[in-house]
């Protein structure tokens, strides 16, 4: 199948890296909004082309992967290319899947296409944990706990408040909620009192400081839930300290068959390089809207609608001799 990528930051870099381990993929292009000759890939021949000259392969991507942010790049732009292409976003804002869902299955049925939308580990592998789980242990209880790490998409969104000119932030499960949880004790528990947020900011020159930290704290569906604490530091420091993109965490159902007999399922992901593993879960979900789309599927699509043996390079047999 041959692959497009749409943004080539971190998450686009990851989809390359990707590409290479699976013999059933080829890089066709990578398409920015920056100056394409400014942009050096890691694949040798590989033509950087400008997003204004998208239009030129539609004919020639079987899959498109779009590797922008979620705070403002994928509302607009997974609905303009699923016109196009076959796509797969990573969008992860939570409260906004739906409406998002809506947009995209629009665009892809008018255009007969595929479109998988929030494809990653959160939304994505954690949200078939969580489907799993409620199915098995229907009389129970979800938890989901991300971190210690860093968020790709809550940095961007940082990023993009006036007066930021870099910017990490750090998702922290709080300790008492999870071992609360663990100990099958099934505790309501408040956003604030699942995690922490901690925000590592480098400030523009003469940017405002406390309307910064203002914007970050009040950012709906990001921080405005949570006790975020906002650190100004140096762009050295930033380098220094804050420099890795390791991540994680925790998806449990604690629920009962029977009263007397309690149950927990754990799903875990320890994670050194989020954007890696991310573009790991994209490829395999492009994988599958390339084969739904040789099957005459049309609209959008989430993980909870693709068939797990879509996901894979190997035919159903040897999946059912080696994995079943």
């Excluded at 043996?309 to 047999?317: I, V």
């Amino acid at each position: 199948m041959n692959i497009g990528i749409l943004g080539y930051g971190n998450l686009g870099r990851g989809v390359e890296l990707a590409i290479k381990a699976n013999p059933d993929a080829k890089l066709a292009a990578v398409f920015t909004r920056r100056n394409p000759e400014s942009v050096k890939v890691q694949t040798e021949s590989i033509p950087v082309v400008h997003i204004d000259d998208v239009g030129n392969w539609i004919e020639k991507i079987d899959v498109m992967i779009l590797c922008g942010g979620s705070a403002t790049d994928l509302p607009l732009q997974t609905p303009k290319f699923a016109e196009m292409f076959n796509v797969v976003d990573s969008f992860d804002t939570h409260a906004k899947i739906p409406e998002h869902f809506a947009k995209v299955d629009a665009a892809a049925k008018n255009s007969n296409h595929v479109a998988i939308i929030s494809v990653g580990w959160d939304p994505g592998l954690f949200s078939l944990a969580r489907a799993y789980s409620n199915a098995i242990l229907p009389n129970g209880k979800d938890y989901t706990f991300w971190g210690r790490g860093v968020s790709q998409g809550h940095s961007d969104a940082i990023r993009r408040i006036k007066g930021v000119k870099n910017a990490k932030q750090y998702t922290v499960p709080i300790d008492a909620a999870l071992d609360a949880v663990r100990s099958g004790s099934n505790p309501e528990l408040t956003t604030r009192q699942k995690h922490l947020r901690e925000c590592y900011v480098v400030l523009e020159e003469g940017a405002d400081a406390a309307e910064v930290e203002r914007q970050i704290k009040t950012m709906p569906n990001y921080f405005a839930d949570y006790d975020t604490t906002v650190n100004f530091i140096s762009e050295e420091e930033l380098a220094k300290n804050h420099s890795g993109l390791a991540h994680g965490g925790f998806v449990i159902r604690t629920g009962m068959t029977n009263e007397n007999h309690k149950h927990i399922i754990e799903f875990n992901l320890k994670l050194d390089s989020n954007p890696e593993f991310t573009s790991n879960v994209l490829l395999a979900y492009a994988r599958a809207a390339n084969r739904l789309h040789s099957e005459g599927k049309r609209g959008c699509m989430t993980v909870l609608d693709i068939p797990p043996a879509y996901l894979s390079a190997l035919d159903g047999a040897t999946l059912r001799k080696s994995l079943v």
